[in-house]
């Protein structure tokens, strides 16, 4: 399964952006799929993750209630819809795809390219 991450860029404080995450060269399914981030000089960090059947998402706690995971299955496409960025949200962020559920980068065995989030104060 190859992933293409896109949608990051540069916003204020406060505003929004929507990552997408599309799967090609495979089945969708049954995977989880999740996003990662890593910011200069700081290890990968668990961001959110979704179920493959249930739709059931976890998120770090530093993110709960601003972003929110989704997923479309006949568009082999996953998303994470950001609000209210803050500076400290700011790395880049990888989406990753895996056999379960799990907040440790490494129990997911395909990663797409990483796109760059900056959030200015």
């Known amino acids: 399964v190859q992933l293409q991450a896109s949608g990051g860029g540069l916003v204020q404080a406060g505003g929004s952006l929507r990552l997408s995450c599309a799967a090609s060269?495979?089945?969708?399914?049954?995977?989880?799929m999740g996003w990662f981030r890593q910011a200069p000089g700081k290890e990968r960090e668990f961001v959110a993750v979704?179920?493959?059947?249930?739709?059931?998402?976890y998120y770090q706690d530093s993110v709960k209630g601003r972003f929110t995971i989704s997923r479309d299955n006949a568009k082999n496409t996953v998303y994470l819809q950001m609000n209210s960025l803050k500076p400290e949200d700011t790395a880049v962020y990888y989406c990753?795809?895996?056999?379960?559920?799990?907040?440790?980068?490494?129990?997911?065995?395909?990663w797409g390219q990483g796109t760059q989030v900056t959030v200015s104060s």
């Open positions: 990753t795809a895996g056999k379960i559920i799990s907040d440790s980068a490494s129990s997911y065995g395909h």
């Open positions: 060269g495979g089945t969708f399914g049954p995977y989880a």
């Open positions: 979704i179920s493959w059947g249930s739709g059931s998402a």
